[in-house]
């Protein structure tokens, strides 16, 4: 039986993920302010938060280095290519979900020993071209990507939901 060739997505930067980022940051701090908390603890809670934010935002930003920019699916496990050049490879979690408006991959670097945590990466459709968005979620659920196991069934770890 042959092997399916590698399905090579490029990733953009995502506008509507920097924007919910941004509008979840903005409701913990109106609930923070908000809140009847001693005011060292209102503005400390506050600097805290306007940090986070914006770790997040120069995260998601297109020139961080660590920002995956290619997602390489082979037939047992998953090339990531960084904004910085690095290239790692992993393998696809059960926790992969699949809907009509997101793709959250849970990833497990080969490198990482096994008790590490798994790498989130939530994938919106402003991030890919339509063409791809379609192969993505085809990819996935067929299978690509994942470390294969003898007790393999038809699902590949992938929950497909709200389709």
Avoid: N
Wanted: aromatic fraction near 4%.
């Amino acid at each position: 039986m042959q092997q399916p060739p590698p399905l090579t997505i490029r990733l953009e930067q995502s506008l509507l993920l920097i924007a919910l980022v941004g509008l979840a940051h903005g409701a913990g701090l109106i609930g923070l302010l908000s809140a009847e908390l001693p005011a060292t603890v209102r503005w400390g809670g506050t600097t805290l938060l306007l940090l986070s934010c914006a770790l997040q935002e120069s995260r998601l930003r297109r020139r961080h280095p660590d920002r995956i920019v290619r997602l390489t699916l082979h037939p047992h496990h998953t090339e990531l290519t960084t904004y910085g050049g690095q290239r790692r490879l992993a393998t696809l979690e059960p926790g992969t979900r699949i809907t009509p408006w997101c793709i959250a991959l849970s990833l497990r670097p080969f490198e990482s020993p096994w008790w590490k945590t798994r790498h989130p990466l939530l994938l919106l459709p402003d991030a890919l071209t339509a063409t791809d968005w379609r192969r993505l979620r085809i990819g996935l659920q067929q299978g690509h990507g994942r470390r294969r196991t003898a007790d393999d069934g038809d699902q590949h770890g992938v929950e497909r939901t709200g389709q």
